[in-house]
């Protein structure tokens, strides 16, 4: 039997270029357990690409800010401090970095993401001075402003445990720091070959290769029942 999985999504189910990778429709649909898609974009980009792969809406959105267990929406965080954050930035000459496009904060319900060119010194020091109740993480492809008590590993617990299983029955993949959470509480393991510092520490096992070339080769072996490493 497969084990249930956790799976990040931006560099761990994606190309190079940031495109979904196709074999995830070859891979997922039919993978017989439990998928969570666990990602720090917002509510909706999971949800439907869950909708798309023809799989249950089991979703963590916002680092574990949003949780949908196919029935019932859970939300946590403090996004009126997050935004207070931003703004302080945006007044002392910071930019959300996105141009004019509102699509990555407008269904945003917990945080706020900037883009990974802007200020990042500037951010984290306006951040600090609102002390331990916010934090700043680096995905690598967007800087989050969040509540330092959210994350996916504790939102996988309150999913996991909303469909009768263990976070330890998972297997999760991720490729940066806020999969260590993740990481931390399911059974198993893997760090994608282009994952960070953090996530590679944290992993049981680090892929030998990057991006969905890694994810597929671990989901391809333990389809067949062999480890992946």
């Known amino acids: 039997m497969v084990p249930p999985l956790v799976l990040d999504i931006d560099g761990t189910l994606t190309t190079p270029d940031h495109r979904v990778d196709p074999r995830v429709f070859e891979l997922l649909p039919g993978w017989d357990a439990p998928v969570v898609l666990a990602t720090g974009k917002a509510f909706p980009y999971p949800v439907a690409?869950?909708?798309?792969?023809?799989?249950?809406?089991?979703?963590?959105?916002?680092?574990?800010?949003?949780?949908?267990?196919?029935?019932?929406?859970?939300?946590?965080?403090?996004?009126?401090?997050?935004?207070?954050?931003?703004?302080?930035?945006?007044?002392?000459?910071?930019?959300?970095?996105?141009?004019?496009?509102?699509?990555?904060?407008?269904?945003?319900?917990?945080?706020?993401?900037?883009?990974?060119?802007?200020?990042?010194?500037?951010?984290?020091?306006?951040?600090?001075?609102?002390?331990?109740?916010?934090?700043?993480?680096?995905?690598?492809?967007?800087?989050?402003?969040?509540?330092?008590?959210?994350?996916?590993?504790?939102?996988?617990?309150?999913?996991?445990?909303?469909?009768?299983?263990?976070?330890?029955?998972?297997?999760?993949?991720?490729?940066?720091?806020?999969?260590v959470s993740t990481f931390e509480r399911a059974g198993k393991s893997y760090a994608v070959a282009n994952a960070d510092d953090a996530a590679s520490g944290a992993a049981d096992h680090v892929l030998d290769r990057g991006y969905m070339d890694g994810t597929a080769a671990a989901l391809e072996a333990l389809r067949d029942g062999v480890s992946p490493v």
């Open 49 to 179: 690409l869950a909708e798309f792969l023809g799989r249950d809406h089991l979703v963590i959105a916002e680092n574990g800010g949003v949780i949908y267990d196919g029935v019932e929406t859970t939300i946590d965080g403090d996004p009126d401090r997050c935004w207070a954050v931003v703004e302080a930035f945006l007044e002392r000459g910071g930019d959300l970095g996105w141009g004019g496009d509102d699509t990555v904060n407008r269904w945003r319900e917990t945080e706020v993401a900037l883009s990974i060119d802007v200020d990042e010194r500037l951010l984290r020091e306006v951040a600090a001075e609102f002390g331990p109740g916010v934090e700043v993480v680096d995905t690598g492809y967007a800087y989050h402003v969040k509540s330092p008590d959210v994350s996916k590993g504790a939102a996988l617990e309150t999913l996991a445990d909303s469909i009768g299983l263990s976070p330890a029955s998972f297997v999760a993949v991720g490729d940066s720091e806020n999969d």
